[in-house]
């Protein structure tokens, strides 16, 4: 098969890995790649924002499969262009990303599925957002509605920081459209972990569960970014409690999203918190996680190929995928002034060397190839995989590749799995 894969980030890179090892895959094309998609594909200098030329190079090249990695052209519904044109997708319709593009509607459609969750308002005034956080104390998180890179969620503690985080939506426009609408969510407390499963639109195929570390600094403090590290598995979460999540989220929404005649072909990513009360839904994503992709690949046994294949063109039951036994954790290593304002340019040195140690895979998440060093081109740089019996083994390989590599500036939290590492 001729496989076009969209993307440019350390997501991408780990399904470029993953489909590279598939017995069906005849040619892997990106659009636009990044310096690691280049070593394994041929790259495209086409932007993901660019639907139109997205679709026009998947034709020009007879492409057998389209799988996009990003958020933006999924909710832009660059799967219905595809389809339009006859080339199968992995990926949801523009509609049923709205899974993740709005909130609102994934609130909606949770309420609609009886899928748990916490209670929340949908505020387009600071007067109203105002309101739904004095009559819930303070004690709330407040999202914009739309896309914000990972970035537009604050989890408050007192009212003040409540009001701070509506003006930066509703009048700093900190977000731009994304914040012209926000949501006031209760807050819940426990361990929060990702829980990935494919579907065809009908069918459901669980991946590992994964938890991403978002804040910057060790120790969950400083803001919160795309994601600093990644484990998988978690151990929390069992497989009685990953099969409870099945019937009690995925299951339900894709079968309500068929119900809407917008059925869910693609990856739906529950972010949850563990609560007291059990696995609650914080979010969703309608695509592959970013760093969770750079753990549950690499735990991947089986023709992932044939799997996209397959739940993007209905056909996901009888897909041979499982998960190993094995544990992966993933170290970000990140630019300086990453997530506010990251430097570019910074050359980097030793990801050969890490990458031959056992069990380590170094992911290109943000870099580029100048005068033909490899310098630095995005806040999150690298992200350093390792496989290993167990999260210990796992942790230890990771960390002794990190050490391996170097670039001016660059920042790491020291901590990823270090509690999951002892349980």
Partial sequence: MRVLLIGSGGREHALAWGLARS???????????????????????????????????AAGLRADLVVVGPEAPLVGGICDRLA??????????????????????????????????????????????QLAVAEAGGNVVIKAD???????????????????????CLVEQRFGGSGARVLVEQRMEGPEVSMLALSDGEHVMPLAPARDYKRALDGDRGPNTGGMGCISPVPELDPALVDEVLETVHRPVVAEMRRRDTPFRGCLYAGLMLTPDGPRVLEFNARWG??????????????????????????????????????????????????????????????EAASQLDGVTVFHAGTRRDAGALVVSGGRVLNVSATAPDLAAARERAYEAAGLIRFDGMQLRSDIGEEAAHV
């Fill in 290 to 351: 970013d760093p969770e992709t750079q753990v549950l690949v690499p735990r991947l046994a089986g023709d992932l190929l044939d799997t996209l294949h397959r739940a993007g063109s209905g056909r996901l039951a009888g897909a041979e995928l499982r998960v190993r036994s094995d544990a992966c954790v993933s170290v970000v290593l990140a630019a300086r002034g990453y997530p506010d304002a990251p430097e570019s340019g910074a050359q980097i040195e030793g990801v």
């Fill in 146 to 168: 739309g896309l914000a890179a990972g970035k537009g969620v604050f989890v408050c503690t007192s009212v003040e920081e409540a009001e701070e985080a509506i003006r930066a």
């Fill in 84 to 129: 339009a044109a006859g080339i199968a997708c992995f990926g949801p319709s523009g509609a049923a990303a709205q899974l993740e593009g709005s909130k609102a509607f994934a609130k909606q459609v949770m309420a609609a599925a009886g899928v748990p969750t916490a209670a929340f308002s949908v505020c387009d005034t600071v007067a109203a957002a």
């Fill in 23 to 57: 017995p069906g895959l005849g040619e892997l094309h990106a659009a636009p790649g990044n310096p690691g998609i280049a070593d394994i594909a041929t790259c495209h200098d086409v932007a993901v924002g660019d639907l139109a030329g997205l679709t026009e190079l």
